[in-house]
C-alpha cells in the first residue's frame, strides 16, 4: 500500500496509474534541458506540467551567454536565435545617466516562444510530455523506509498518480510545489520581480543593446529595458533582500515601476506613447543556490526551485538549464555503474553542484551593487574611462571571470594599478 496525503484517502478510486524510469515535474528551463538529456541517452523520461504549453512566464527573456553555450550544448542555438533578437552588449546605466557598455553575445525571445523550443526538443529526443497535470505530493512505500516511488497530480479534479524510479522537482522560484514535496526550504523568495511588455515603434536607434539601470529610487534592486523582435520591449523592475523581512514587508513593486517613469527618458517614453502588450505582472526568484534542500531520497531537485538564479543580476534561465542538466548526468552516470558500487544519483548530483556553489557565492557578494546604487556610480565611471575595466566587466557578464573583484575595493584598485 502507498502512503498518500491523507486527505487524499476518501477520493482516490479507480485511479489511474502510469509509470516511468523517471518523471520530471515541471517544464521550465530546467525540467525540459534534463528530460531532453535524459531522453537523448536512451532514458525513458516523462516530463509534466501544470500547463498546456506554450504558456507565458513572467520573465525579462534575456538569454546571457552562459544561456548560449547551454543552447549550444542542447544542439538549439540556432533554432532559438532564429525566433530572439539578437545583441552584443549590454549597456549599464549608472544613477547620474552616465554609462558603459559591456560586450557579450546575448539575445532576448519571449518565454512563450524559448520554453516551447526547448519543450518541442525535449520531445524530439524521445521525452513524453503531459500538460495540465498539478503536482500535489510525493508517492512513498512504508514497506521499503518510505522511500518515493512516484508521485501524485490533480488533473482536470481528477487524482493521478505516476510510478517513477526517480522523481526530478524542477517547478521553479514558487514555494508550494516543494511545500508539497515536504522538502525542507524557505518559503520567502530571495527577489521579487515585475515586468511589462511595450511596442513602440521609434526607439530602435536608442536602445541597441540590453539596459540595466541603477537608481537610488530602485535600491535594492535595478530596472531592465530589453528590445525584443518587433518593435517590443521588456522592461521591469527588481528588488532583492525581499526575504529579510517577508512576509511582514512586502515590496510595492507597482509603485517602483512607476518611479521608471522619473528614472530613465527613454523608459518614460517607451510608456508615455508605446503600446503595452499584455498586464504589467511580478513573481519571485530564488538566489544564489541556497534555501532549498537539493536532494532527497530518490529526488533530485533542479532549476530554480533550488536558487539557481544568479543574485547580481537576477539572470536565471541559463543556470536552471545547467543544474537539469547536471541533474540528467548524475540519473546517468548512478546507471552506468556496476549494481555493487553504484552511487545514487544524489551523490552524483550533490558533487556536481559543489562545483557551482564558490561562483554563487561571488555573485551573492556582488548584488551589494544593487543596495549601494554609489558603487554603481563609481565603477561605471571608472570603466568609461578604462579600456581594462570594462574588459574584465565583460569577462565577467561572459563568465571568464568572477564578479567579486568588481564589486570590492582592493578588487578594483589591482585590475586598475594592473590596467596602469
Ligand atoms: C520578472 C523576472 C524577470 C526575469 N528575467 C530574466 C532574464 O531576463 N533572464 C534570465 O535568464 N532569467 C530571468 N529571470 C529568472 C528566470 O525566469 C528563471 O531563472 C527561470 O525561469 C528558472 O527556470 P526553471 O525551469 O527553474 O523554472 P520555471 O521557468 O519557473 O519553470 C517551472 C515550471 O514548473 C511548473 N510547475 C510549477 N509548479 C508546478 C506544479 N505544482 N505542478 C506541475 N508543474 C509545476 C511551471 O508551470 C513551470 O512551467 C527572471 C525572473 C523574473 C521573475
Not at 51 to 80: N, T
Not at 90 to 107: K, N, Y
Amino acid at each position: 500500500m502507498r502512503a498518500r496525503p491523507a486527505s487524499f484517502v476518501k477520493r482516490v478510486q479507480d485511479l489511474p496509474t502510469i509509470s516511468c524510469q523517471t518523471l520530471v515535474i515541471g517544464a521550465g528551463p530546467a525540467g525540459s534541458s534534463c528530460a531532453h538529456w535524459l531522453a537523448r541517452h536512451g532514458h525513458d523520461v516523462l516530463l509534466v506540467d501544470q500547463y498546456i504549453f506554450p504558456r507565458h512566464k513572467i520573465c525579462g527573456d534575456a538569454l546571457i551567454p552562459d544561456s548560449l553555450q547551454v543552447l549550444r550544448r542542447l544542439g538549439l542555438l540556432s533554432e532559438v536565435l532564429a525566433q530572439a533578437k539578437a545583441v552584443d552588449h549590454v549597456q549599464c546605466i549608472a544613477p547620474s545617466g552616465r554609462s558603459v557598455d559591456l560586450t557579450a553575445p546575448m539575445a532576448v525571445i519571449s518565454r512563450f516562444v524559448f520554453d516551447e523550443i526547448l519543450l518541442k526538443a525535449a520531445i524530439r529526443q524521445g521525452a513524453i510530455f503531459q500538460g495540465g497535470l498539478c503536482f500535489e505530493g510525493l508517492s512513498r512505500r512504508p514497506e521499503v523506509d518510505h522511500a518515493v516511488d512516484g508521485a501524485w497530480f490533480r488533473k482536470a479534479g481528477k487524482l493521478v498518480l505516476i510510478s517513477a524510479k526517480q522523481l526530478v522537482i524542477a517547478t521553479g522560484a514558487s514555494s508550494s510545489a516543494l511545500q508539497a514535496a515536504t522538502v525542507e526550504h524557505r518559503r520567502a523568495p530571495s527577489a521579487m520581480a515585475m515586468r511589462a511588455i511595450v511596442r513602440h515603434p521609434g526607439l530602435h536607434r536608442e536602445v541597441t543593446g540590453l539596459q540595466v539601470i541603477w537608481h537610488r529610487a530602485l535600491s535594492p534592486g535595478y530596472a531592465w529595458l530589453f528590445p525584443m523582435r518587433d518593435e517590443a520591449y521588456n522592461l521591469g523592475v527588481g528588488v532583492f533582500d525581499v526575504a529579510t523581512n517577508w512576509p511582514q514587508q512586502k515590496v510595492n513593486l507597482r509603485q517602483l515601476f512607476q518611479q521608471l517613469i522619473d528614472v530613465n527618458p527613454t523608459i518614460a517614453r517607451l510608456l508615455k506613447e508605446g503600446e503595452m502588450i499584455g498586464p504589467l505582472k511580478g513573481a519571485p526568484l530564488r538566489s544564489g543556490l541556497t534555501g532549498a534542500l537539493t536532494s532527497q531520497d530518490g529526488v533530485l531537485i533542479c532549476g530554480e526551485a533550488i536558487g539557481s538564479t544568479y543574485g547580481l543580476t537576477g539572470e536565471g534561465i541559463g543556470k536552471a538549464m545547467e543544474t537539469g542538466l547536471m541533474a540528467a548526468e548524475s540519473i546517468l552516470a548512478s546507471e552506468a555503474q556496476q549494481s555493487s558500487d553504484r552511487l545514487h544519483p544524489s551523490l552524483h548530483y550533490e558533487r556536481a553542484l559543489g562545483s557551482l556553489r564558490m561562483r554563487y557565492a561571488q555573485y551573492e557578494k556582488a548584488n551589494r551593487i544593487n543596495r549601494r546604487p554609489w558603487l554603481a556610480e563609481l565603477l561605471i565611471r571608472l570603466a568609461s574611462h578604462s579600456t581594462g575595466l570594462r574588459f574584465q566587466a565583460s569577462e565577467v557578464l561572459n563568465e571568464r571571470r568572477s564578479p567579486e573583484d568588481l564589486v570590492t575595493m582592493s578588487g578594483i584598485l589591482g585590475l586598475l594599478l594592473k590596467q596602469s
